[in-house]
């Protein structure tokens, strides 16, 4: 299965600003998916990537705020833009093969 | 409705006891995948076990099992011979449709600790 890696692994940003978060694949993928895990919370889609195409946002997030680019089949980023406090999570990126999907170590966010 | 159904916020189990972590779930879908994740601490998101609707033996990874019950809509997670490691948050997740190309819808979590 296919291997993710993810940076940066946390950071810790000023409200307002924005941070950009890379996933590189060490294989080529179709789909890309990207997920907020607020603390304590389950894993939740914001948006999932398809290369060469606009991604598909789900309900209550908006490409102004979580704007994604996928150049090619190996690549990713997920900028979370004007941060708040109530950004603070950790992010994860993921991608699906046959039967596991494969997830990066993750970013972890605190807007302070 | 929920899709995914996980009731047990918290679980506790000796070492080296067996625990079953609950998982229910909600498709209309013929054609689904079931997925169970672990999750330490330090928020890594690690693959345990699959199991595909149509797929007729309950799916095994080593001390990992699925108890896949269709008619119910039951794939509990079964973790042999618990080990102080286990500790971590588990998660249910599924997969409508076939092949893929489709997003997972995870549960609310099980947070799992293994005594002495």
């Known amino acids: 299965s296919a291997v993710i890696s993810q940076k940066p692994s946390r950071d810790i940003c000023q409200r307002g600003t924005s941070l950009t978060i890379q996933c590189q694949v060490d294989?080529?993928?179709?789909?890309m998916f990207w997920y907020r895990q607020q603390p304590g919370q389950s894993l939740t889609l914001i948006a999932t990537?398809?290369?060469?195409?606009?991604?598909?946002?789900e309900s209550g997030f908006v490409i102004d705020k979580f704007p994604i680019s996928r150049p090619n089949l190996t690549f990713s980023t997920l900028t979370v833009s004007n941060m708040s406090p109530e950004d603070s999570s950790i992010y994860l990126c993921?991608?699906?093969?046959?039967?596991?999907?494969?997830f990066g170590s993750g970013t972890r966010l605190t807007v302070v | 409705a929920q899709k995914i159904t996980q009731t047990q916020p918290g679980m506790f189990v000796q070492e080296k006891e067996a625990v079953t972590l609950d998982c229910t779930y909600d498709?209309?879908?013929?054609?689904?995948?079931l997925f169970w994740y672990k999750q330490p601490s330090s928020g890594e998101m690690i693959f345990l076990i699959y199991q595909g609707s149509y797929d007729e033996q309950n799916a095994t990874e080593g001390r990992y099992s699925l108890n896949f019950q269709k008619a119910r809509k039951s794939a509990n997670l079964v973790i042999s011979a618990s080990q102080l490691g286990d500790s971590a948050m588990y998660f249910c997740a599924m997969r409508e449709g076939a092949g893929g190309g489709n997003k997972l819808t995870f549960g609310t979590g099980t947070q799992l600790k293994v005594e002495l």
């Open positions: 993921s991608t699906d093969s046959n039967y596991g999907y494969t």
């Open positions: 498709t209309s879908d013929q054609s689904y995948g």
């Open positions: 294989s080529q993928v179709t789909m």
């Open positions: 990537a398809n290369q060469g195409s606009e991604a598909t946002y």
